[in-house]
């Protein structure tokens, strides 16, 4: 019973650098969230997908890239680090929309860039 | 602008007390609220949640108490035990919409 996976674990970026975070959910939920977490300032939303096939902005999409495989599977791509994307990563998915189901959430990915 | 602010950065209570985290929010168009428990190294764990339609949502030794008049929920563990000790968030969603709003956090210590 995995739930929600997150690949890599951890990982340390040289500014430039590009890298792509791997998401998979096996609850088939229709909905995924990429979501950063910085200390005092709580999780914030980078990208979403409702369902397969769409994906929206957040809160915080800038720098960032990302890419609905499957109803499975939710990438996060970073095509140039900077050090200001140094934080650690959770990926979420839930129910459709309109039903009052909770967010299911990843083990995250710490993420340096240096 | 932080719709969704736990005003507590940290919070220390005693092993079989009553512990309460706050949680204030400023949309009044927000209709579905969370509360979710994080260890460090580990993803966010959903705990207990309460729909606007309700003021109160009980589950053991957590209990969800909401507000609206005054944009306020809090949550209750009843009686604290040393595994409490982590750091929570509350969240909140508006009508039909898909995305949480989340708090900064507030880190629970249980003291034996």
């Known amino acids: 019973n995995a739930g929600v996976t997150q690949t890599p674990k951890f990982q340390v970026l040289k500014t430039g650098q590009s890298m792509t975070l791997q998401c998979a959910q096996d609850m088939n939920h229709n909905s995924m969230y990429w979501y950063r977490q910085d200390p005092g300032m709580g999780l914030r939303l980078i990208y979403y997908?409702?369902?397969?096939?769409?994906?929206d902005k957040g809160e915080v999409p800038n720098g960032y890239n990302v890419s609905r495989l499957n109803k499975r599977e939710f990438s996060l791509r970073l095509e140039s680090a900077a050090p200001s994307q140094t934080s650690v990563y959770f990926c979420a998915s839930s129910e459709m929309r309109g039903i009052n189901q909770p967010q299911h959430f990843g083990d995250g990915t710490r993420l340096s860039i240096l | 602008d932080q719709q969704v602010k736990q005003n507590s950065p940290s919070l220390s209570v005693q092993e079989g007390r009553i512990s309460i985290l706050n949680c204030d929010y400023t949309?009044?168009?927000?209709?579905?609220f969370l509360w979710y428990k994080k260890y460090p190294a580990e993803g966010p764990t959903f705990l207990i949640s309460?729909?606007?339609?309700?003021d109160k949502n009980e589950d053991g030794r957590f209990t969800v108490f909401l507000n609206k008049s005054a944009k306020h929920l809090s949550l209750h563990i009843v009686p604290s035990q040393p595994g409490d000790s982590a750091v929570y968030f509350c969240?909140?969603?508006?009508?039909?919409?898909?995305?949480?709003?989340f708090g900064q956090g507030t880190r629970l210590t249980i003291n034996p």
């Open positions: 949309n009044s168009m927000f209709d579905y």
């Open positions: 309460i729909s606007s339609i309700k």
């Open positions: 997908s409702a369902s397969e096939g769409t994906t």
């Open positions: 969240a909140a969603r508006g009508q039909g919409a898909q995305k949480l709003v």
